[in-house]
């Protein structure tokens, strides 16, 4: 049996959906236990994650499973978080719900102790999911990328594999810059006055900035 996507919102698993499957309660007591919390090694105030507590409170957080045998082709399954996501938000009429969908998509079959797997899908998923509007992000027990705010912490360790997915915000312009692809599709999203060529101005300075090596401290 070829595999699919399966998406319950966060009150329809409340009720007993995905009961067969233990990590989607399981991730989904962690994104209320841990992402909507403070952290004393967050580096700011405020919760882990600022979208999560209001995603859950309107109803707008979602978990995605893949059912079926066959789950080979991985990119194929990730490129239809975005069919799903799409069905989702043709719902929404306010723009500040629709900031707020979020869709989980759990991948406990892969290594658990060792992220380079989902590194890799998120890696190659982002060019297409960041030009469409959207951010993808990966979370893992062991994912070793810092905070933006405290590079020793570690917000992205959760207690299975997954792909996060939202839409694009003004605000996550610090997640793109390292990336010439990302930041041209971030500033002709939320630049589109800007002249094309200072637009790319800016975007090879940003780059080249943020690829330096960082000065070493006396």
């Given at each position: ?98 900031e707020l969908l979020t869709i989980l ?114």
């Amino acid at each position: 049996m070829s595999a699919v996507l399966r998406v319950h919102s966060a009150a329809e698993i409340d009720a007993g959906a995905g009961a067969e499957r233990p990590e989607v309660a399981r991730v989904l007591a962690w994104s209320r236990s841990f992402l909507t919390a403070s952290h004393p090694d967050l580096g700011r105030t405020g919760p882990v994650c600022p979208y999560t507590q209001p995603s859950l409170r309107r109803g707008l957080f979602h978990i995605a499973t893949i059912e079926g045998q066959d789950d080979g082709d991985l990119p194929a399954l990730v490129a239809g978080l975005r069919t799903w996501y799409d069905t989702l938000l043709d719902g929404l009429t306010e723009e500040s719900e629709r900031e707020l969908l979020t869709i989980l998509l759990l991948l406990p079959h892969l290594d658990p102790a060792d992220s380079t797997a989902l590194d890799e899908l998120q890696r190659k998923a982002k060019d297409d999911f960041v030009e469409q509007g959207l951010m993808i992000g990966q979370f893992h027990p062991v994912c070793e990328e810092g905070g933006l705010w405290n590079p020793a912490f570690r917000p992205l360790r959760a207690p299975v594999p997954l792909l996060a997915v939202r839409k694009l915000l003004v605000f996550d312009l610090p997640f793109l810059t390292g990336d010439e692809t990302h930041l041209t599709h971030y500033l002709a999203r939320f630049a589109p006055a800007m002249p094309a060529r200072i637009r790319d101005q800016l975007v090879t300075g940003m780059t080249a900035r943020t690829k330096s090596p960082s000065p070493v401290a006396a």
